[in-house]
């Protein structure tokens, strides 16, 4: 995430007059500005509208409807495990004291020892935390859409767990924690595309060949039952983002202001080539078409929203349309992998394209905001690439062994009997719609 000012006054007068002076350990004052701080609180409510009820309702009306409680369920049950884990443990992990490292250091277990202000920035540290926090709740429950209708509930719980643990976390520490990604290479990620849509994405496909195909995948037509939730829901995501990449400033500004305009401009792009391609691919122009292409607009700018042009940001949504439009296709029809709501190709393939176009959009002669020091294009590409398949592999090799090790508590897959009568009534002894 951007460097910001930081600044310190002194006297004992201005501590007074301001109810934000925060005093520090060398005797002057610092000061968190009001604006940014009520900025990043905003921003966080806007990413817990994303997971709840944005991508709640996003997959709930991609499923048939025998199932759309318990993918909500899911997600729900995911962000909140995922939120108390991380104040327990998780930001740590992630943010705590260490320079270069693997891990967070161990000093703000239980957010407990947070300082005054965030280092470098002009907010509250526990502000920091909870927007934090709301990334490393909705980044596992995005990998629910890989197993829908399939996936036992309580092995859902147990590896989306300890996956923010043990993917999440120190992914998180690598490259916005002052991690050896971010400090030894270079890696660049203004706001998750390799921290969150990597990981997700590539988790979510391990998960769905673990898992194995849904019955009747690939021969039987397994249509939305709900296409106007799915447009809610996406709607729901597409202004969440606003929080999501323009709160990844850290602060109400001009960087803030950029990352939001290039977010729009490639989610309102990728939409309309989606159409475009549906419309010669299929005939017909789809609202599930403009809501996925939407999605994966939004996630292929992730990366490099705040650092590009808005001209940038036109050509990244137009690559995320056509990028992610055929990666469905080699997914499910070629490769014959049933990620159910499409996690990989869409926050996957999009997160990893917009990481390595940020090496070329970034230049200054693209109105981007220029390299490091002593940086070049190509030696940006190659930390983009080193760090896109660190992470990657990484997902992989965690995702097994955490999959595999909840799999000897909780079964991963539910029964056939089970899946036949919908995860609602069979796992939860809900329904969705009663219709008597």
């Known amino acids: 995430m951007k460097g910001l000012r930081a600044c310190a006054v002194t006297g ?22 009001t604006g940014d701080t009520a900025w990043i609180l905003i921003s966080a409510a806007l990413v817990l509208m994303m997971t709840m009820p944005g991508l709640s309702l996003f997959y709930g009306g991609l499923v048939r409807a025998k199932n759309f409680l318990s993918v909500m369920l899911q997600c729900g049950a995911i962000a909140a495990i995922c939120s108390v884990l991380w104040i327990v443990v998780g930001y740590t992990l992630a943010f705590g004291d260490v320079t270069g490292g693997i891990l967070g250091g ?79 290479l270079g890696t660049m990620d203004f706001a998750g595309g390799i921290v969150v849509h990597t990981t997700a994405g590539v988790s979510a496909l391990v998960a769905a060949m673990l898992l194995g195909k849904r019955d009747g995948f690939p021969k039987s037509i397994m249509l939305p039952h709900s296409p106007s939730l799915t447009m809610a829901g996406a709607a729901m995501l597409w202004v969440g983002w606003f929080g999501f990449n323009g709160g990844s400033a850290l602060a109400a500004n001009d960087d803030a202001a950029s990352a939001i305009i290039n977010t729009h401009l490639a989610a309102s792009v990728a939409a309309l080539v989606w159409l475009l391609i549906e419309k010669f691919k299929l005939g017909k122009p789809t609202s599930v078409g403009f809501a996925t292409g939407a999605v994966a607009g939004l996630a292929t700018v992730t990366p490099a929203a705040g650092y590009i042009s808005p001209g940038s940001a036109i050509v990244f949504g137009m690559a995320a349309a056509v990028i992610c439009y055929f990666a469905i296709q080699l997914i499910k029809q070629v490769m014959k992998i049933d990620d159910s709501l499409d996690v ?29 020091t002593g940086q070049t294009m190509a030696g940006q590409l190659v930390a983009q690439i080193a760090g896109v398949g660190v992470v990657a592999a990484w997902s992989i090799v965690a995702s097994v062994i955490i999959a595999l090790m909840v799999s000897v508590v909780f079964p991963m897959r539910v029964d056939e009997q089970t899946e036949r009568d919908g995860l609602d009534i069979a796992s939860h002894g809900e329904r969705a719609w009663e219709m008597d």
């Open 12 to 33: 004992a007068a201005i501590a007074m007059a301001s109810p934000v002076a925060l005093w520090a350990q060398d005797g002057t004052i610092d000061v968190a500005d």
């Open 106 to 184: 161990g000093n703000a277990l239980m957010l407990a020892g947070l300082g005054d202000l965030r280092e470098g920035y002009l907010i509250p540290e526990s502000s920091f935390a909870l927007f934090q926090m709301t990334f490393a709740a909705i980044t596992p429950a995005l990998m629910v859409g890989a197993w829908v209708d399939r996936a036992r509930f309580g092995w859902v719980l147990g590896f989306c767990a300890l996956w923010g643990l043990m993917v999440y976390a120190p992914v998180a520490h690598w490259i916005w924690g002052s991690g050896w990604l971010a400090s030894r």
């Open 344 to 372: 990989f190709a869409v926050h996957g393939v999009g997160g990893m394209t917009g990481s390595l176009m940020l090496a070329v959009a970034i230049s200054p002669s693209l109105g981007g905001t220029g390299y490091a």
